[in-house]
Nanobody, 126 residues
Framework: QVQLVESGGGSVQPGGSLRLSCTAS????????VGWFRQAPGKEREGVAA????????YLGDSVKGRFTMSRDNTKNMVYLQMNNLKPEDTATYFC???????????????????WGQGTQVTVSS
């Protein structure tokens, strides 16, 4: 059974930083595409970032470019989302997702991902 678990969420003031982690059990990220998505109340799920785990190439959503970075540790079967200069509009539940897909230009299409974590809450507020 595939299980993804996110961690690292919390509350932070604007301009602050958080690092989210995602680990998988029953599944290896190596060779896969892993994405981070977020969803705020009343809004659609939005692709934040994705990584081609094999070689580390990353994709970033326009709203987070220059502030967020995604990385992976193949030895630990984990991926990370480093979030800097956080803004109130970054407040959302953040989800890790993966599946037998190629990242590519459609990396931010949520329906392409077959496995999802339960999410971790990020709140940015003063």
């Amino acid at each position: 059974q595939v299980q993804l678990v996110e961690s690292g969420g919390g509350s932070v003031q604007p301009g602050g930083s958080l690092r989210l982690s995602c680990t998988a059990s029953g599944y290896t990220f190596n060779g896969k595409c892993v994405g981070w998505f977020r969803q705020a109340p009343g809004k659609e799920r939005e692709g934040v970032a994705a990584i081609v785990v094999l070689h580390g190439f990353t994709y970033l959503g326009d709203s987070v470019k220059g502030r967020f970075t995604m990385s992976r540790d193949n030895t630990k079967n984990m991926v990370y989302l480093q979030m800097n200069n956080l803004k109130p509009e970054d407040t959302a539940t953040y989800f890790c997702a993966t599946g037998p897909l190629i990242c590519g230009p459609a990396w931010s299409t949520a329906t392409r991902y077959g496995y999802w974590g339960q999410g971790t809450q990020v709140t940015v507020s003063s």
